[in-house]
């Protein structure tokens, strides 16, 4: 309802609040000059929402009498997607899995598809950038062909919506949010309100029939989703799917998760017949020979997944006024720091040589529990000193020199203790010096058949 008031005077004297309909140079009240300012003109409409009482079921009630049920989680068939998950697909979620272009979404989410259809489930896979043909293509390739997975390759949303009343779907896929456009916008398909207006409706559906809803999402150059940040609050699970395209590694991680944890990874791999799971990763980051000089193994944390990430460092003389130093799969910077830290507090000169670190398997070891296996792997190849094969590090270094501890400790000591790495040097050997001798003093293998002393 609308109702008209009085139009307010035109100036009002920003001293004492005098008010005329007329410009006055002068307040009639105070007597001020410059004082009158003119005042907005006001429509006079005020807008009133008008109170609707709720339905019988959705009345207010007190918290202590809401029951709670928890909805049955059902398995993806893929297991390293439902540990992300928190243990499976819930009903009626909406999730917004991202990633770069060619990481393998797509990949990754027929294979979950193939998995849910060999389980019983029907799915239906609504492709809007490739068509039929390329995506039975891609199925041909991974095995992902069954009769309860049906494919459409739709741009509109009403067309969508149509299939999954014709299909009767028990799992949506959606590939992907910035190709799909609706009638009820104005603009093309990816604009904010296009991809605001499909999401909504989509998530509207999943609440209202229980049905889950997987949506892929582009992610801009600086690796965030793409669109309305509104996306990322409406959907209930937030996945982005990331790893080196010169590597086969994958790692799938949660940003957002309304019924689990967010420090889960899952793990995959890339392979000629497609995405596969790998439950195990820490065999990826570790070299299959026998040990050498100038190598490490560290115990890195990704997410609550404990892994074992061989370092190597690789030294050579040199007489340039600025060394090299290159790194691969680390953080150059705490490299820098740790060799500064080597030389100034353990007393090896590193200012003269070119230093090459890197990781097995392409991974990224960023954490500072790196420190220690660093500084290790580049003593050893300085010493020309292999480390024993049962021996890994984890700890971080400060400038002074001192080994100080880590998060989630005992998890990475049993992980590598799994493993067959029964002696872990961390930080109670207190100092940068005395952790070299720790590992000097559990050296007792010696390679004579190459003439490399122990550590």
Known sequence: MATRKPAPPAFVCTECGWTTAKWAGRCGECQQWGTIQEQGTQTGIVQRVTAVAPASNRVARPITQITTIDSPRRTSGVGEFDRVLGGGIVPGAAI?????????????????????????????????????????????????????????????????????????????????????????????????????????????IAKERGLPIVIVGHVTKDGQVAGPRVLEHLVDVVCHFEGDRQTSLRFLRALKNRFGPTDEVGCFEMTGDGIAEVPDPSGLFLSQGATEPGTCVAIALEGRRAMLVEVQALTIRTTAPNPRRVVHGLDGSRVAMVLAVLERRAGIKVSDQDVYVSTVGGVRFTEPAADLAIAIAVAGSLSNSAVPRTVAAVGELSLAGEVRPVTQFAQRRSEAKRLGYEQVIDDRSKTLRAALGDVRSRSTQRRDEDDIPPF
Do not use: F, M, W
Request: charge should be negative; aromatic fraction near 2%.
């Open 96 to 204: 917004l899995l991202s990633g770069e272009p060619g990481v393998g979404k797509s990949t990754l989410l027929l294979e979950v598809a193939a998995k849910a259809a060999i389980a019983g489930r029907r799915v239906l896979y609504a492709s809007a950038e490739e068509s039929p043909a390329q995506v039975r293509l891609r199925a041909e390739r991974t095995g992902a062909l069954h009769d309860e997975l049906y494919l459409a390759s739709e741009t509109d949303l009403a067309t969508i919506l149509g299939h999954i009343d014709e299909v009767q779907p028990q799992l949506v896929i959606v590939d992907s949010v910035q190709t799909v456009a609706s009638s009820l916008i104005d603009g093309a398909a990816g604009q904010p309100s296009q991809v605001r207006e499909v999401a909504s409706t989509l998530i509207r």
